[in-house]
């Protein structure tokens, strides 16, 4: 199978690789695929007082398209309100990086990473408020 | 050393330059067909075939009057098994296989299942062979053909065909055993008497020769009968029929012969090759695991899981080395590979398995490289993989409950 320019490009220099301290309140981390299908993504954000992804970083075991999917989608996510990081569709991703048929799945996988990262963070303040609330 | 590196040998191999030098007058001056008996460009080609049989048999411990030719060793499988299957099916409509044989031999019993045969799948041992007790006891009297591969083409296992031929015919004489040789034939010896076969699949371009050209040897004493699949002009004493590929069998035969001349050399070359692969990747990767036993393995096989590294990433990064991976991700099915999951390997082990195939044209310079080239690679990924990551903190992966299954 040959791999598009830019799936090879974000496959041999991924963005924003690594891993934020997940107990912090500002971190929002999403862990999403499976071993047993060949993809796991781990994408986590930090986001600021205003609502703000100030940062963002993964990791991921699958194929390349996979690590391009969730390379690409820390690029799109900083610098964006939760809301509009919401509204990234794995379309998207399947037309930057030109992905084949067969490898759609690995945009999903990215799109519901940013979406589990984005609900885990949602999550954590609405307890704090809570708490706070009580 | 020139890149990139071929070793992918279980897929096919280069052809060797003798053989090309052999095949060369075929194609030009001696371009006869071999069925043409009134001249000599006719009585020509018949002798190149005659003498390219000879050798195929040669190579097996047969004659060769009992080789069939055909256009490799997936037309080879569906001969032996369907044919067989059919010129005997009033002896009984059931097929013993194992589950790790080549889709050649698989597809087709799968065939026969929906035309009512009954076929029993055994399950080979972790270490990935099955034992002879076990193939005796799924033979019965309604059992027609039996067939169990040489050597396995992922994971280089070789199956102890010699007291498996013993077990089914002690069992039931009246059973046909089909072997699919086409990965061992070459490469391991391998006696069509001591196996107590009565037909094998061969393949040409597995041995370095031309692709497009297999055999089916079937056994005349006693002789063995099976339905052709393809009817015409009665070639190859009927069982196939077909104008003979004349420089692709004279190709074959010459390159059994000299994989029967060179062996023993060989494969002592190549087993030397895979260990130093074998040890150096151990020496530099902590959590590598081989599949199938190393005890009864082709020479120049190596099939490792690198664990917490998806394959097919790793063959991007091998991008100079042409190897294969049993990752789902290198088919279109989404499903690891059948055979590993056969011998009870996990999933997410099996989508990390990468398969070296050494051959004829590999060097010690090649496997340094491909060393060093793996090391780097997967100390790479593993730093990008969040499965190293969890690892690496103690968490059990098995004791997580993820997301979506596929």
């Known amino acids: ?134 | 050393m020139k890149l990139p590196i071929f070793m992918d040998n279980h897929s096919t191999t280069r052809v060797d330059p003798r053989v090309v030098e052999a095949m060369l007058p075929y194609f030009t001056e001696h371009f006869g067909n071999a069925a043409s008996r009134n001249h000599a460009f006719g009585w020509h080609a018949e002798a190149a075939v005659e003498r390219a049989r000879e050798q195929v048999a040669a190579l097996i411990g047969g004659s060769g009057k009992e080789i069939v030719f055909t256009s490799g060793a997936t037309e080879s499988d569906n001969l032996a098994i369907k044919g067989a299957a059919s010129f005997h099916a009033k002896r009984g409509k059931h097929i013993v296989t194992v589950e790790t044989e080549h889709k050649a031999v698989l597809d087709t019993c799968k065939r026969l299942e929906r035309e009512g045969w009954k076929v029993t799948y055994l399950k080979p041992a972790p270490d990935g062979l099955v034992t002879p007790e076990q193939v005796a006891e799924a033979v019965g009297p309604e059992t027609t053909v039996v067939s169990v591969m040489l050597a396995n083409n992922e994971i280089g296992v070789i199956q102890p065909i010699e007291a498996i031929g013993a077990a089914i015919k002690a069992k039931n004489k009246n059973t046909l055993f089909h072997c699919d040789a086409v990965q061992g034939v070459g490469k391991i010896p391998f006696d069509v008497e001591k196996a107590k076969v009565d037909l094998v699949s061969m393949s040409a371009h597995k041995m370095y020769g031309p692709k497009g050209v297999g055999a089916l040897w079937v056994r005349r004493k006693p002789r063995v009968r099976i339905d052709p699949l393809i009817d015409g002009g009665g070639h190859e004493r009927g069982m196939r029929s077909g104008t003979l590929a004349v420089p692709l069998i004279v190709g074959f035969g010459a390159a059994a012969e000299i994989a029967r001349t060179e062996m023993a050399e060989e494969a002592t070359r190549l087993r030397r090759l895979r260990d130093r692969l074998h040890q150096g990747i151990s020496r530099r990767l902590e959590h590598v695991y081989v599949n199938g036993t190393m005890e009864s393995r082709l020479p120049g096989n190596l099939n490792i899981s690198f664990a917490f590294v998806e394959g097919e990433s790793l063959l991007m990064a091998l991008k100079d080395v042409a190897v294969s991976s049993g990752s789902a991700c290198t088919s279109a099915s989404l499903e690891p590979s059948y055979v590993l999951r056969a011998l009870g390997i996990g999933e997410e082990l099996a989508h990390t398995s990468i398969r070296f195939g050494i051959g004829r044209f590999n060097t010690e310079e090649e496997i340094d490289y491909v060393i060093d080239l793996v090391g780097q690679s997967v100390e790479r990924l593993r730093e990008l993989s969040p499965l190293w990551e969890m690892y690496q903190e103690g968490i059990d992966l098995s004791k997580i409950e993820w997301t979506n299954a596929h």
């Open chain 1, 1 to 134: 199978m040959a791999y598009s320019d830019k799936v090879i490009d974000h496959y041999e220099n991924p963005r924003n690789v690594g891993s934020m301290d997940k107990n912090d309140e500002s971190v929002g981390t999403g862990l999403v695929g499976a071993p047993a299908c060949g993809d796991v993504m781990k994408l986590q954000i930090q986001v600021s007082a205003e609502g703000i992804i100030q940062d963002a970083k993964f990791k991921t075991f699958g194929c390349g398209s996979a690590i391009a999917s969730s390379s690409l989608a820390t690029e799109w996510v900083k610098g964006k309100t939760l809301d509009e990081a919401m509204a990234i569709k794995n379309t998207h991703i399947v037309e930057e990086l030109n992905l084949p048929p067969v490898k759609i799945h690995c945009s999903v996988l990215a799109e519901d990473a940013i979406k589990a990262a984005i609900a885990d963070y949602r999550q954590k303040t609405t307890k704090k408020n809570g708490a706070s609330a009580g």
